[in-house]
Structures are given as structure tokens and as C-alpha cells.
């Protein structure tokens, strides 16, 4: 079970730090990959979100109504179907947009320290499988190939 453990360790410990790192642009290490993927692409579908992040629908329409809040994103009618939305990020949300890539960025070389190039290339290639082997067993239709 030290594959769990460590997996555990390294969740919980980064989310702390990136969490400390982004608390100073009013926002978390729950919402920071929504904020940067709606500023990398302006008007993408909300319902788009679920098969990027693997997250439950329910915790994307909470996390995305705390940055429309903040006013970091806004949220449009889509014209072709009115039942869902269109996602922008706020003149805000872009002004930070670089400063939390940078955090993520350096967060990731933390996180990555000591390994090699060719070591690092190998353990994203491990995690995405480990990734792609449990969203299987869970029967998780995936939406968007894992890239990173």
C-alpha cells in the first residue's frame, strides 16, 4: 500500500502549498485548473469541464459560481443550447492568469525536484496510466485523452 500512502502524501501536501501560493489572487487548488483552462480557452462549455477534470457536476457548478462570485469568470447562455453555458474569464481573471501558471509551473518542478528529464517523462507516463487503469475499473467514460 505505498503507492496509496505516497500518492496521499504528495495530494494533500501540494494542495497546502498551492493553496498558500494562491491565496494571495483570492482563490484555491480546487479552482485554479477551471480558472486557467476557461482563460485558455474563452466560451468553452461548461459541461466540457467534467470529461477535463474528472470531477463530479455538482462540485464543477459550486467551484464555477465561486469564481463567477469573485468575479473572475461569467457565465453566458449557450446560443445553440440554451440549457447550457458558456464560460469567460473576467479582464480579473486574466490580469492573474500568468501569475497562477507560474505558481502551477513551480509548483510542478517541487513536486518533480531531483528527477531527471528522462525520469520525469516516465513518471507522467506512470501517472496517466495509473490515471487511465482506474477510471476504467470505475467504468468513467473519458471525454478528452488524459494529456496533462
Known sequence: MKVLKWLSVADRFYKIYLDQQLAP???N???YMFLIKIC???GILQD????????HPSNI???LATLEKKEMLTRLPNDQDRRTWKLYPTDRALSIYQEIRTVCENT???????LSEAEKSLFMDLLMQAGKNITEVL???RKEEFDG
Open 108 to 114: 510542478e518542478s517541487i513536486l518533480l525536484q531531483g
Open 61 to 63: 457548478v459550486r467551484t
Open 48 to 55: 466540457s469541464l467534467m470529461g477535463m477534470f474528472y470531477v
Open 139 to 141: 467504468h468513467i467514460e
Open 29 to 31: 487548488s480546487s479552482q
Open 25 to 27: 489572487f483570492g482563490i
Open 40 to 42: 485558455d480557452s474563452p
